[in-house]
């Protein structure tokens, strides 16, 4: 078997095969439509500019080849047909991608879009019509008949069955504390008989004060009398009926010595209790016997509190004391004295105390002596 320049016959063939491939995939790429018959002027060009080289390289010594031209690909009427289904789809795709995209950018306003919210308010409502009302179901309601329940639950009161608290009766107590709750007072009806009508105290008035009537013992007094005479139809209040006329609470609270009248304290939560006053000194002079015994029980018991007062002073002046004195004999003794110590007297000068007797006083312990001059 010859080698030439290196090459068997048999890897020269199988080269050629190879090359011969390899153009007939090219050819192919290129000329893939119907009417591709020829290979272009491309490959020819390419094909004769390679044959030419082969040729005229020197020390070859092969003779020249010549590539035979591809041969002609026609395509069956099925693959035709299957080629224009498909860019029939392609084109339509296509333009179908193009409307969507035309639709979206149209309308610019700001008002035309629509949040998630809405489009869900709007598909509740084609789901769900609400039925046109009636006027035959239409129920009319008396408020005026109606009562409170208490939505189910028991109410507290049980002392009348199943009746509600404005319905149960109450006690006349009951009735006159609820009265002096609320403070009202109505003018009184004119008087059938005016000679037996109640008049004033002072001026013989028919038109009394009802108030101080109906609460304080049927006081008959007019407005103008009381507004003139306001020491002795002034109302007073529970502390200075206590420090004033010196009266005790057992006795404020008897209603039946002193009658009175509730009214809310602007100072606390407790009522404010008002007395009149002329009962208040009528009460006082009877058991203090008169203005001038309440007096003297008011001085006897201002004294009384006095003596408390200075008792309390000396008991505290005497505790200091005894701890000043502590305080003496703890300095004596840090200072190394003793306490039995004798004391030695620091007498100041005589004083005559008439006649022969002199008198000296100690300057360090207040001793005092009297001497008789011979």
């Given at each position: 078997m010859a080698v030439q320049n290196g090459i068997s016959p048999e890897q020269r063939a199988r080269i050629e095969a190879n090359r011969q491939k390899a153009l007939e995939r090219l050819q192919q790429r290129r000329g893939g439509d119907a009417?591709?018959?020829?290979?272009?002027?491309?490959?020819?060009?390419?094909?004769?500019?390679?044959?030419?080289?082969?040729?005229?390289?020197p020390g070859s010594a092969a003779p020249s080849r010549v590539i035979p031209p591809l041969p002609r690909t026609e395509l069956t009427p099925e693959q035709k047909k299957r080629i224009q289904q498909n860019r029939e789809r392609a084109l339509a795709l296509q333009k179908e991608r193009q409307r969507q995209y035309r639709d979206a950018t149209a309308e610019s306003d700001i008002g035309s879009f629509k949040t998630e919210r809405e489009r869900k308010k709007v598909k509740l409502e084609q789901q769900y019509q609400p039925p046109s009302i009636r006027k035959q179901d239409y129920i009319e309601y008396d408020f005026s008949?109606?009562?409170?329940?208490?939505?189910?639950?028991?109410?507290?009161?049980?002392?009348?069955?199943?009746?509600?608290?404005?319905?149960?009766?109450?006690?006349?107590?009951q009735w006159k504390e609820r009265q002096k709750k609320e403070h009202l007072v109505k003018d009184l009806a004119p008087p059938l008989d005016l000679a037996n009508a109640p008049k004033c105290f002072e001026c013989g008035s028919l038109e009394i004060d009802p108030n101080l009537y109906s609460n304080f013992r049927e006081v008959r007094v007019c407005r103008r009398c009381q507004k003139e005479k306001q020491d002795k139809y002034s109302l007073l209040t529970k502390t200075e009926c206590k420090e004033d006329y010196l009266l005790t609470d057992p006795e404020l609270q008897d209603t039946g010595l002193l009658p009175r009248i509730e009214k809310p304290n602007p100072h606390g939560f407790s009522r404010m209790q008002l007395f009149l006053r002329f009962q208040v000194e009528e009460f006082a002079w009877k058991k203090w016997g008169s203005p001038e015994g309440l007096d003297k029980e008011w001085e006897r018991r201002?004294?009384?509190?006095?003596?408390?007062?200075?008792?309390?002073?000396?008991?505290?002046l005497k505790e200091m004391r005894k701890k000043t004195r502590a305080e003496e004999y703890t300095r004596k003794l840090r200072n190394g004295m003793s306490l039995?110590?004798?004391?030695?007297?620091?007498?100041?000068?005589p004083i005559s105390a008439g006649g022969n007797i002199v008198r000296r006083r100690c300057i360090d312990c207040g001793i005092e002596t009297e001497e008789v001059m011979i």
């Open positions: 009417g591709a018959s020829q290979p272009s002027n491309s490959s020819a060009a390419a094909q004769a500019s390679f044959q030419n080289r082969h040729k005229d390289a008949t109606m009562k409170d329940s208490k939505g189910g639950f028991l109410e507290d009161s049980e002392k009348n069955g199943l009746k509600g608290v404005e319905e149960e009766p109450e006690s006349l107590q201002e004294a009384m509190r006095l003596q408390r007062r200075e008792k309390r002073y000396q008991d505290k039995g110590e004798r004391h030695v007297h620091s007498w100041s000068e």
